[in-house]
């Protein structure tokens, strides 16, 4: 008697548990075929080939639903201008301006470059650091997010932020910034700045593959960060970047 | 248990009841707070799922070339590299609803200069023009086929640039005679047509060759020269290209 309810007790738990089981696998498994153990994200930048066309920034902004003015970015290119006398002009380039309106007379530019930015996705990132309520963290494949429920819009982190890569989004009223398009990478497709980039003057890949565009990169090229004084090191790199860019 | 109580000093007892509560509004809030803010990781968790929900607007140029044969035509030319969303904009909607969503296709000066222009922080050997001095106000696509962009061949025939005028001049007694009888083009014109002019009748003697009294061809009008029109060259008050050269 005894040995028979322990049985069909015992086959009963075993049923359920087999069918709870495959309930829970089915809610909560992340996209099956996506281990973000298995990356880890980083960006090359060949200041040599950006033509300062804009088309990254407006690509960016149709992606993700940036604001369209003129001052919210998520990744933005700088125009370098370094006169003969030494003085240096940092301009953000508005692709819906005509750049030959401009102020510089040719004799006096020694040299003269376009400098694409975006978020550096640190290694150690300020903004993770000083953000009081922990709505921005560092994901396991590397990348910047911020928790748009979490966060509680204080600006901390756009502060902290050495590089200028955050800004509050007027609509949500929280920080933004870039996410390296992580709605695409995690698809196996490229973010939408270097999907568009007419020069490929962008490359992404993984920091760890040496088989890849962005392998070849770091191999053929003089690397170098913004702000290596920082020790924030940054996952984007620039090849031929010019000593006066901050 | 009441006498045990009252046996406790008061101040202490004042401190066991401020502890008691304490501890009780720190059970409560524990209790009532939601679970994603006790355990970070659950936040983590559903903030990388919401970005990876977040939809994609750029297909990415394999999704192009599925469909459009064309699209390989690009493999050769200098735009070769240029992913067809550059310049034909985010194109998810279209690739899954091709026949309801067109995307963009830019047919103005200004959409090409936004690459083209020239800027001397553009990287030198980059193809630039300044467009006040590049055939103005003339669509860029008459010229360059951009899935193929490589500089136009030097006409062979003057009708290749000056279409109009040898549509008319079709219909007027002039169709019989060659541009170069009364034109004479430099090898150089063909090449940069604006810095190189080719010549027009100066003298009014060039007409009379045909059209003065007694000398030329038969079949010509013949006017007097002396007294005909005789400050002025013909070709002002004569359009010799028009069906009635009036």
Redesign the interface.
């Known amino acids: 008697m005894e040995r028979r309810r322990f049985l069909s007790k015992f086959i009963s738990i075993a049923a359920s548990g087999t069918v709870l089981s495959g309930f829970f696998k089915r809610t909560f498994a992340?996209?099956p075929d996506?281990d973000?153990k298995g990356h880890y994200y980083g960006m090359g930048i060949q200041i040599?080939?950006?033509?300062?066309?804009?088309?990254c920034v407006e690509?960016c902004k149709?992606?993700?639903d940036v604001p369209k003015e003129p001052f919210f970015f998520r990744t933005w290119i700088e125009?370098?201008?370094i006169k003969r006398d030494g003085e240096v002009t940092v301009q953000n380039i508005d692709?819906r301006i005509?750049?030959?309106k401009e102020v510089?007379s040719?004799g006096d530019?020694l040299r003269?470059?376009?400098v694409p930015k975006l978020c550096n996705q640190c290694e150690k990132p300020p903004c993770v650091q000083v953000c009081p309520v922990?709505a921005t963290?560092k994901?396991e494949d590397g990348v910047i997010?911020?928790?748009?429920?979490?966060c509680i819009g204080c600006r901390y982190c756009i502060q902290a932020c050495p590089y200028g890569a955050r800004y509050l989004h007027p609509e949500k009223e929280t920080a933004d910034k870039c996410?390296f398009c992580?709605?695409?990478i995690?698809?196996g497709?490229?973010p939408?700045c270097v999907?568009?980039?007419?020069?490929?003057a962008r490359i992404f890949g993984d920091v760890k593959s040496n088989a890849s565009p962005l392998g070849r990169f770091k191999r053929m090229n003089k690397l170098h960060v913004l702000k290596p004084s920082l020790n924030t090191e940054p996952k984007v790199s620039y090849s031929g970047l010019d000593g006066e860019v901050r | 248990m009441i006498r045990l109580i009252h046996r406790i000093p008061d101040a202490l007892r004042r401190v066991l009841v401020l502890f008691v509560v304490v501890i009780g509004i720190a059970l409560l809030v524990r209790m009532l707070l939601p679970a994603e803010l006790k355990d970070s990781g659950i936040h983590v968790k559903t903030t990388i799922e919401h970005e990876m929900a977040k939809p994609v607007k750029y297909a990415g140029s394999d999704a192009c070339t599925d469909c459009h044969e064309e699209a390989k035509l690009k493999k050769e030319g200098y735009h070769k590299n240029l992913s067809c969303e550059t310049c034909h904009g985010a194109a998810k909607d279209h690739a899954e609803n091709p026949t309801e969503t067109k995307p963009t296709l830019p047919r103005m000066r200004e959409f090409c200069s936004g690459c083209h222009i020239y800027n001397p922080s553009r990287p030198s050997g980059f193809p630039q023009i300044v467009p006040a001095a590049h055939n103005p106000l003339k669509p860029c696509v008459e010229c360059h086929n951009p899935h193929d962009p490589r500089p136009p061949k030097t006409p062979a025939e003057c009708s290749a640039c000056h279409a109009g005028i040898a549509r008319t001049k079709a219909l007027s007694p002039h169709v019989q005679l060659e541009c170069t009888v009364c034109h004479s083009a430099p090898q150089g014109h063909k090449l940069s047509p604006r810095v190189v002019r080719a010549s027009i009748p100066a003298e009014r003697a060039f007409c009379g060759k045909c059209h003065a009294k007694d000398v030329g061809a038969k079949d010509a009008p013949k006017v007097d020269m002396l007294t005909h029109g005789e400050k002025y060259l013909c070709w002002q008050c004569h359009y010799p290209h028009m069906p009635e050269v009036q």
């Not at chain 1, 997010?145 to 979490?150: A, E, I, N």
Request: one cysteine or more; aromatic letters at 14%.
């Open positions: 992340r996209s996506y973000p040599d080939k950006c033509i300062g066309c804009g088309k690509a149709a992606e993700n125009r370098y201008v692709p005509e750049q030959s510089f040719e530019i003269s470059f376009f922990g963290f994901t997010l911020v928790d748009d429920d979490r996410t992580y709605h695409r995690t698809k497709m490229l939408a999907e568009v980039c007419p020069t490929q």
